[in-house]
């Protein structure tokens, strides 16, 4: 069995021209999302979780909101596809889970073809969090959707 968490860095600085996309930060709001949905993840998540995340400073503004150690991959930049995620963590062969905080639109890019849905990508709400789990039953593997978290609905 493997757990793949999904987080969608929180809400950050409107993009401006002439500015690097990967140095925007976190605005106020993001940023008590970020420690809101910090505090449920803390208590949801299980011992000996890895934590990945892209090096935009959103998103690494994001995790560490989380106050646990993670590593961050150039793999999950804007721009990542969803086999460069999974690949990275290592689903569905690894055991235990892995908590990924990234960007639209590969994280419900993921999410959709994890899920088997008609839609190329499933809208992910900024600071949000998609819990699914790989299994098996009667010889068959099965993602199972086990919680989809908002932080305004925490």
Same mark, same amino acid.
């Given at each position: ?5 999904? #987080? ?33 993840? =803390?208590?949801q $998540? ?7 995340? +892209? ?9 560490s ?11 999950l $930049? ?8 999974? =690949? ?11 908590l ?14 994890? $899920? ?11 600071? +949000?969090? #998609? ?12 993602t ?5 978290? +908002?932080?305004?609905?925490?």
């Amino acid at each position: 069995m493997m757990d793949l968490i999904l #987080w969608r860095h929180a809400e950050a600085e409107e993009p401006e021209d002439g500015r690097d996309d990967l140095a925007r930060t976190l605005t106020a709001r993001g940023e008590k999302q970020a420690a809101r949905m910090a505090a449920w993840l =803390d208590r949801q $998540l299980p011992e000996g979780l890895r934590v990945l995340a +892209s090096p935009a400073r959103r998103t690494e503004q994001t995790a560490s909101a989380l106050g646990r150690k993670f590593k961050m991959r150039a793999e999950l $930049l804007p721009g990542a596809m969803p086999q460069d995620l999974l =690949d990275l963590a290592q689903w569905p062969r690894a055991r235990g889970a892995v908590l990924i905080v990234g960007h639209q639109p590969v994280l419900g890019q993921t999410i959709a073809q994890l $899920l088997g849905l008609q839609a190329p990508e499933c809208a992910v709400r900024k600071g +949000s969090v #998609w819990w699914l789990r790989q299994r098996q039953r009667l010889e068959e593997s099965q993602t199972v959707l086990i919680t989809v978290q +908002s932080p305004e609905f925490l």
